[in-house]
């Protein structure tokens, strides 16, 4: 079946320290690719995006993001975390680019210690 | 320039009551959605359109109905409220084909008892 994969549903980091959260996708084809944020009773906020060319994004925030074909995966990463990265974090692929229907992975609540 | 905005931002309903969830947007975008998402789940799309007079079910959409008269609003209808139907509401709106960036509005969390 078709899906989104988000391996990990919560990580806790220090402050300062790398972040890296795993996002997988079964379909034949390559989707196009997306990182959104959600801060506690906020709607989502959209992070980065892959369609095609650099498999390395960049994003808002200092987030960036790597397509990797041959492992199906488009996994988040950011050098150093703040307090204020604290959030749900959602990777999404649009099978259709013609009507935007996105499919959501589960999610990852990112805490972010002191 | 608001984006896209719903109403109301929360609501209870009893079991059979019936309600319309508001969504409008002012940046002229062709595409509208409509997203549940459960505690601990991603977003599920239940209906989006790519124009006014056009409409089409997404992956959950039993239970709600839409509409798009206008480029502006795209309404969901809850006809006969269910528990099942608890969740926060999310629509969202994106430009033209070929602009793939969609915008969210701030949701609409709804508790049936």
């Known amino acids: 079946a078709q899906s989104v994969t988000q391996p990990d549903i919560h990580i806790t980091v220090s402050e300062g320290a790398s972040l890296e959260l795993r996002c997988n996708y079964s379909y034949g084809a390559t989707p196009y690719l997306f990182w959104y944020v959600q801060s506690p009773g906020q709607g989502l906020q959209l992070l980065l995006k892959?369609?095609?060319?650099?498999?390395l994004v960049q994003g808002i925030k200092g987030f960036e993001a790597e397509f990797k074909r041959s492992q199906s995966s488009f996994n988040l990463r950011k050098p150093s975390v703040h307090w204020s990265d604290a959030a749900e974090y959602f990777c999404a692929v649009d099978l259709t680019s013609n009507t935007g229907k996105l499919i959501f992975g589960q999610g990852t609540t990112l805490q972010v210690k002191p | 320039n608001a984006g896209v905005t719903q109403t109301p931002k929360f609501r209870i309903l009893k079991i059979g009551q019936s309600m319309t969830l508001q969504c409008a947007q002012d940046?002229?975008?062709?595409?509208m959605y409509w997203y549940r998402q459960d505690p601990g789940m991603g977003l599920k799309l239940i209906y989006y359109?790519?124009?006014?007079?056009?409409?089409d079910k997404g992956e959950v959409p039993n239970g709600y109905n839409v509409s798009r008269s206008t480029t502006e609003d795209f309404p969901l209808r809850l006809e006969l409220a269910a528990p099942s139907q608890t969740s926060v509401y999310f629509c969202?709106?994106?430009?033209?084909?070929?602009?793939?960036?969609?915008?969210f509005g701030p949701g609409t969390r709804l508790l049936v008892l």
């Open positions: 969202a709106s994106k430009g033209r084909q070929g602009s793939e960036t969609q915008y």
């Open positions: 940046m002229n975008h062709n595409y």
């Open positions: 892959y369609f095609s060319g650099d498999t």
């Open positions: 359109s790519v124009g006014a007079g056009i409409t």
